[in-house]
């Protein structure tokens, strides 16, 4: 893996992380129902771009550790696929071995 895929991957893990610390601080604050900003969690790390969606949505979404919401058209890092969409926002899913990278890392 090039240094600039693995920059790319750690962008991601690091909005994956705010996203996360976010959503533990809100859940028992915010009703189902209200939509709420998080991070796109796409691969540029100058990406500053929100996804509104409901708390129950972004978990769906992250329930699988490979799979990452964003704004659509939002840059991918290598081999990953849109896989769905969520309101006006895409879900890709990293590959097998880049999901593996990133449990080992995270």
Known sequence: ??????????????????????HNAVDDEVADTRLVPFLCECADVDC?????VTLSEWEVVTSRDNHFL??????RSA???????LR???VAEK???AR???????
């Open 1 to 22: 893996m090039s240094s600039r895929e693995s920059r790319r991957e750690e962008n991601q893990r690091t909005f994956r992380r705010a996203n996360e610390a976010f």
């Open 48 to 52: 500053f771009g929100k996804v509104n």
């Open 70 to 75: 964003m704004i659509a058209a939002h840059q």
């Open 79 to 85: 081999g990953e696929k849109v896989i769905g969409s």
């Open 88 to 90: 006006e926002y895409e």
């Open 95 to 97: 590959p097998d071995e």
């Open 100 to 106: 593996d990278r990133l449990r080992t890392i995270s």
